[in-house]
């Protein structure tokens, strides 16, 4: 199997190790593990491309490269330069460091490299880790990752319908705040929603008296709905949602029907 690797905390990031980890041992001793990663940090950047600038790529190793761009960039460079000849047969995305459950997901640059490969054609699976009082600031945080991350993605393999509608599904896997011993199990679930929580804004003023604005992240320990992504993991399971890219709110449609 090939193997393309992206993900949103930049090529250093050691949540990618962890999925290269992952990514081998699926890849198997006769497969390939591609990197195509982020130079510098992107989080929250979503689905967004470098489409009114040219993006600097460069060589760090064998099959391993690096992009002045947004995950959603990285592949496109790889499957239209890099790897050109020959089209990976998966694309994984993460580990991200933090969760994009629930609202999250809307401005994850780690789910917006799976939303590309999805678009191109290609399976895909974002991988995130969320944190919390359990496993924050522990020697080993993406622990649950190496312990269930390739068995998670087999499964969704296994699993996966015939690919025949124009949006191809790609996939959202949020591991929980625990510990590896703690997990309890995997659990398909839809997108949930965080009320009350919501990023926003934080103002600081420079030495210079300047004002700057911080973007800022609601509590993340806020339950979703019972039965969706975040209310999974804080309960101790591996959250994993099936998506597309069609936006359409088709609920909507025969409401707006008669409109002329």
């Known amino acids: 199997m090939r193997i393309l690797l992206t993900n949103d905390d930049g090529i250093n990031a050691p949540g990618l190790a962890a999925l290269e980890e992952i990514a081998a041992e699926l890849a198997g001793p006769e497969g390939e593990v591609w990197v195509v990663a982020p130079a510098f940090e992107q989080s929250g950047v979503g689905h967004c491309i470098s489409y009114t600038h040219p993006m600097l790529i460069a060589k760090m190793g064998e099959r391993r490269f690096a992009t002045e761009g947004s995950p959603a960039d990285c592949v496109l460079a790889a499957l239209h330069h890099v790897m050109k000849d020959a089209r990976p047969d998966l694309v994984l995305s993460g580990v ?111 030495p210079s008296g300047k004002q700057f604005l911080w973007i800022k992240g609601g509590n993340q320990q806020v339950m979703t709905a019972p039965g969706t992504d975040a209310a999974a993991n804080l309960e101790g399971y591996i959250s994993v949602t099936p998506m597309r890219a069609d936006l359409t709110a088709h609920d909507a449609m025969e409401a707006l029907a008669d409109i002329e």
């Open 96 to 206: 991200n460091r933090g969760n994009n459950s629930a609202e999250n997901a809307l401005y994850s640059g780690t789910l917006g490299g799976a939303m590309e490969a999805a678009l191109q054609g290609l399976p895909a699976i974002a991988m995130s880790q969320y944190y919390g009082p359990q496993n924050y600031g522990i020697d080993e945080p993406f622990e649950v990752a190496r312990a269930h991350g390739a068995d998670v993605i087999r499964k969704i393999l296994a699993k996966t319908p015939a690919q025949d509608q124009d949006y191809r599904l790609f996939y959202n896997v949020n591991l929980p705040p625990v510990r590896v011993g703690d997990v309890k199990g995997i659990r398909v679930v839809p997108q949930g929603f965080r009320r009350g929580s919501c990023f926003s804004v934080e103002p600081h003023n420079s």
